[in-house]
C-alpha cells in the first residue's frame, strides 16, 4: 500500500504530542513507554498440536489409509478431530481416549468400579423398566465380598428404578459409590425373594482374566473348562520388565489338564472381548494340536504405504513351543468354544488360527466380528498431550489365508444364555456349559430334567462398555520400525 505523504499538520502534532506525554509521565512519574512495531503474542490452541500428531499417525499406519476422510479444522476438540477421519461405517472399531494412562489400564483390566458385571433386559416391556441380571462377580473387589450372586436381579440404583430410559444414567452413578436394590431366584423352587440393599463401594480393581477352571468326569470322560474373559499378559502389559503373570497362570491351569489326563476341552468365551495379541498366541499354543514354533498362528497385512516397506510384507505370528500342550489327548483333534456376541476380536483370532490344525465347535449365539488389529499410540514428544489413539491398523488372517469372519462365526450349536435363568460358572447344568458337556459325551448331565424357557431380549451390557471390548492390540508396533 503507498504510504501517505507527512503533511505540515503532522508537524504541529507530534511535538504537541510529545509535551502532553512527557508532562503526564512527571507528574504520575511513570516511564515512557516506548511501542514497537511488532503485535502482541497470540496463544497458540492447545488442540492444534494434538491433531497435527493424530494426522501424523493416521496417515502412516490407518488401514484404510486410502479411504480416509478429509480432517476438520485444527482447533478441533481432539476427539472431533480424530472421529471425522475415520471410514465410517466400515470402522467400527478405531478410538481415541482422553487419557492414555487409563485407557492402558482399562486394556490391562485394571478399572475404578465395584466389581461386577450384568446385563441389561425389559423386567416388564409395557411400563419400560430393566433389570439387570448380574454376568459375574471380579475376584478382589468390593461386590465379592457383598452377598450378590451371578443371576440375582438389580431393579434399582441409588433409589431409582431402572428404565430404559435413565439406565446410562445409573450405570455411570456406578462408578462412584451406590446403592442397589435387588431380587434373587431360587432355582429350586423357582420363587424370586426380595433381598436386603446393597452399599457398594468401588475402588481400583485389577480384574485377572483367568475367572475360574475345573475338571469334569461325565461317562468315564474326563473334560477341562476355562473360562477366560479377556486376553492380558498382566495388569500392566506396557510396562518395561513387566512379568506375564496372567499368562503364566494359564500355563499351570493346561498343565494341571495334562496331569490329569483330559480328552475334551471347553474354553468359556461368552464374555471375552478381546485384548492382546500376544496372550492369544499363548492360549493358542497350549491348544493347538501338533503346533510348534515352526507353525503359523496368523498372518497380518497393513495399509498400502506400510506394505511398500520391504519388511512388513510378509509378517506373520507363529505358535509357540509349550510343554503345556494338550492338543495330542484331545478327542477327536477338536475343541469346544462357548461364544456370544461379546465374544470378539483376540477370542475369534483363535478360532479362526485354529481351524487349520484342529476342529473348532463354536457353542452359544454368533460372535462379535472383527477381524482387524490396532495398536496404542501415545504422543512421546509432546508432554502436554495425554490423548492416546487405538486406530485400526492390520486385518488378520490364518495360515489359509482365510479372514471371512467380519460379520462373526456362526455358531456350530446354538443356545442362548439369555433363553434361562443364570446359572454359577462350572454348574453342568448351566446353559452353554450343559449343551457342550451333552455334545461331548451323547448325554446331558441334567437328565429329563426340563428348564423353564424365557423370553427375553438384551438391551445392553456392561462389557461391552470395556476400553478392551472389540480390541486386538499387536504389540509390534510399525511406527517404531519406520523411525
Not at 510378509?314 to 510343554?323: A, E, G, S, W
Request: charged share 25%.
Amino acid at each position: 500500500m503507498k504510504k501517505k505523504p507527512i503533511t505540515l499538520k503532522h508537524f504541529f502534532f507530534l511535538p504537541l504530542l510529545a509535551l502532553v506525554l512527557l508532562a503526564s509521565c512527571r507528574e504520575e512519574e511513570q516511564p515512557v513507554v516506548v511501542d514497537d512495531d511488532d503485535p502482541p503474542a497470540v496463544e497458540r490452541n492447545p488442540n492444534v498440536a494434538i491433531n497435527e500428531w493424530t494426522q501424523d499417525v493416521m496417515d502412516e499406519v490407518y488401514y484404510w489409509l486410502e479411504n480416509m476422510r478429509a480432517p476438520t479444522s485444527l482447533t478441533a476438540n481432539p476427539r472431533d478431530y480424530f472421529e471425522a477421519l475415520l471410514y465410517k461405517p466400515t470402522d467400527r472399531f478405531s478410538a481415541i481416549y482422553e487419557n492414555a494412562g487409563a485407557l492402558q489400564d482399562g486394556l490391562g483390566g485394571v478399572n475404578q468400579e465395584a466389581g461386577y458385571e450384568f446385563q441389561l433386559y425389559y423386567w416388564n416391556s409395557e411400563e419400560r423398566t430393566v433389570a439387570a441380571v448380574v454376568s459375574y462377580i471380579k475376584k478382589g473387589s468390593p461386590a465379592q465380598g457383598k452377598d450378590l450372586k451371578r443371576g440375582d436381579i438389580i431393579l434399582g440404583i441409588n433409589g431409582t428404578q431402572i428404565t430404559d430410559q435413565n439406565y446410562g444414567e445409573l450405570i455411570r452413578e456406578m462408578r462412584s459409590q451406590h446403592t442397589i436394590t435387588y431380587r434373587r431366584r431360587n432355582l429350586e423352587t423357582g420363587s424370586i425373594e426380595q433381598m436386603p440393599d446393597i452399599e457398594m463401594e468401588v475402588t481400583r480393581v485389577a480384574e485377572n482374566p483367568n475367572f475360574m477352571d475345573t475338571v469334569y468326569t461325565v461317562n468315564d470322560q474326563k473334560i477341562g473348562y476355562v473360562v477366560y474373559h479377556f486376553f492380558a499378559p498382566s495388569p500392566n502389559p506396557t510396562q518395561q520388565g513387566a512379568q506375564p503373570i496372567y499368562d503364566d497362570e494359564m500355563d499351570q491351569i493346561f498343565s494341571r489338564f495334562k496331569s490329569e489326563g483330559i480328552s475334551h476341552l471347553i474354553i468359556d468365551f461368552r464374555y471375552n472381548g478381546g485384548g492382546y495379541v500376544s496372550s492369544a498366541v499363548n492360549l493358542a499354543s497350549l491348544i493347538g494340536a501338533g503346533v510348534t514354533s515352526s507353525d503359523v498362528f496368523s498372518k497380518t497385512k497393513y495399509n498400502s504405504f506400510i506394505m511398500s516397506f520391504p519388511q512388513f510384507q510378509n509378517v506373520q505370528t507363529n505358535f509357540r513351543n509349550k510343554p503345556e500342550n494338550i492338543g495330542s489327548q484331545l478327542s477327536g483333534n477338536r475343541v469346544y468354544i462357548l461364544a456370544s456376541g461379546n465374544t470378539a476380536s483376540a477370542s475369534e483370532l483363535i478360532i479362526n488360527s485354529l481351524r487349520p490344525y484342529m476342529d473348532v465347535v463354536i457353542v452359544g449365539t454368533k460372535t462379535y466380528g472383527k477381524n482387524v488389529g490396532s495398536i496404542v499410540v501415545e504422543d512421546e514428544e509432546n508432554e502436554d498431550n495425554n490423548w492416546g489413539l487405538m486406530p485400526t491398523i492390520s486385518k488378520s488372517f490364518n495360515s489359509r489365508d482365510e479372514s471371512e469372519y467380519g460379520t462373526g462365526f456362526l455358531p456350530d450349536i446354538e443356545i442362548n444364555e439369555a433363553d434361562e435363568h443364570f446359572r454359577p460358572f462350572g454348574d453342568v447344568n448351566e446353559a452353554l456349559l450343559r449343551t457342550a458337556i451333552t455334545a461331548i459325551t451323547g448325554t446331558s448331565p441334567a437328565g429329563r430334567q426340563q428348564f423353564e424357557k424365557l423370553n427375553r431380549r438384551e438391551i445392553a451390557n456392561t462389557v461391552e462398555f470395556k476400553v478392551r471390548h472389540g480390541v486386538m492390540i499387536d504389540e509390534y508396533n510399525p511406527i517404531k520400525e519406520l523411525k
